[in-house]
């Protein structure tokens, strides 16, 4: 019995062998394949011939030798050792090769994200540029007080038009900039009143071209001033507000509720509550309405209901703000969205100083200024926008020319410099950079202002980084640009 379990035990070392043999032949290939396989390296091959070497020992002893309990037990578990090394080498092994393919693909995306980055960028310039001309000089001729009723009429469609592509245009980009991670929200000092007045202006414009009735309503007192983005905060609200107005029929009415919340530690808390009497949201679709691009049959109302992503920017930033916002809506109806968001507090002094003076009162009549851009019909259009403010203007078609045009100029010839980023020859960070490093008082102080198509977050850092005073985005914003000369010319 002694002896049949001895042989046995010899038998099933060698088949065992055998096995491993075969194993580490199929690793050996396997590494090979991968490409950080080093062919000069034949380490891999040692332990094969070594196994070859053992299964060979165990026949001879097998077939020839007389084997007791000690040396079957020793040949057996070799066996079973070399197993276990094996199993454990080759699953050391492949996590390795998973963890590449996961840091490849992690790579690869990475890249994509920087393509579809460079992609939007180029798209948002090449976009923007002609949209400045339409929506500029579409301005321009509706200021001719000899125009037909008619031909306003349909001026003021192209200008609806135009701005609708243009939120489209930066609905589009904001989802990119949120879903890279790239958007970063300012903190600055400004007041919610001076907020809340400009919100109701433009929200009483949409409602009246609807025929809605609007009301709007501030509970308690707000506080003097907050710190946090305005500008996004305003686009949360006025997404929230054109909607309303968009999806209520006429004769419906908008309601605009502000509200001042107790303070939470060092952060003012304001709540905004906006209800309508429109067509409402189907419960089955409640789920889906901050998805991108999900949208809801509304032909009953209107067919244009945009891009499908203005309410999934919405709750991105109002998350970003600290916030949430809640929707309760009945088909038919009419529905109420509450947006709370939670900003920084400032004292009372700080308040007074973030309210600001008017600029209104402020005149740029006579001032001379250089304008830098290489298309002609946007040369045209900002020469005629700053002729209006009798402002007078020279035009350098790039950057170079910028430069030898101020350097060339008496000391104080320029008011304020509007420079275009993307010009052949020298584009406009470099000529900002390079009119900074002249050697005389003024090259250090004069205004320079971007006025480009590059309207991400990036673009404005660098703006500023190169020695820019500030970054507008075309299209031009017309009421914008007269107030930025204002505060740093006039």
Known sequence: MVQWLIRGMVFLGSLLMVYNIYSFVRFARYVKKLDSWNANDRILYVPIILLVCFLLGYLAVGLFGKPDMIMAGI????????????????????????????????????????????????????????????????????????????????????????????????D???????????????????????????????????????????????????????????????????????????????????????????????????????????????????????????????????????????????????????????????????????????????????????????????????KHMLIVEDVDLNADLLADLLELEDVTSERAENGRVAVDAFSQAPPGHFDAILMDLRMPVMDGLEATRAIRALPREDAKAVPIVALTANAFEEDVRQSLDAGMNAHLAKPVDTDQLYDTLRALVA
């Open 172 to 366: 589009v980009l904001d989802m990119n900039h949120i879903e890279s991670g790239e958007m970063v929200l300012k903190a600055e000092a400004f007041s919610p009143a001076d907020l809340l007045n400009l919100v109701n202006v433009l929200a009483r414009m949409m409602c009246e071209e609807k025929g809605v009735v609007y009301r709007h309503e501030v509970v308690g007192e707000l506080e003097g001033a907050c710190i946090g983005d305005s500008l996004r905060l305003r686009q949360v609200l006025l997404s929230i507000l054109s909607n309303a107005s968009k999806y209520t029929p006429e004769g419906g009415s908008v309601r605009f509720v502000a509200e001042q919340l107790p303070r939470e530690g060092d952060r003012c808390v304001l709540r905004f509550t906006v209800s309508d009497t429109g067509v409402g949201i189907d419960e089955a679709f409640m789920p889906k309405l901050f998805d991108s691009f999900a949208q809801e049959d509304a032909n009953a109302i209107n067919r244009s209901t945009g891009s499908g992503i203005g309410l999934a920017i919405t709750k991105r930033l109002v998350e970003m703000m600290d916030g949430d916002i809640a929707v309760a809506s009945r088909k038919g109806e009419g529905s109420t969205f509450t947006v709370t968001v939670r900003l920084g507090a400032v004292d009372v002094a700080e308040a007074s100083e973030a309210t600001g003076e008017a600029l209104e009162d402020r005149s740029l009549a006579g």
């Open 75 to 170: 040949l057996f578990g070799g066996s079973v050792f070399v197993f276990v090394i094996y199993k454990l080498l080759n699953g050391i092994t492949q996590r390795i090769v998973e963890r590449e393919h996961l840091e490849a693909e992690l790579m690869a995306a990475e890249e994509s994200n920087q393509a579809k980055s460079r992609f939007m960028a180029t798209m948002s310039h090449e976009m923007r540029t002609p949209l400045n001309a339409v929506i500029g000089l579409n301005e321009l001729a509706l200021k001719d007080d000899s125009l037909t009723p008619q031909t306003r009429d349909r001026l003021e469609k192209v200008e609806i038009s135009a701005h609708h592509l243009l939120d489209m245009i930066n």
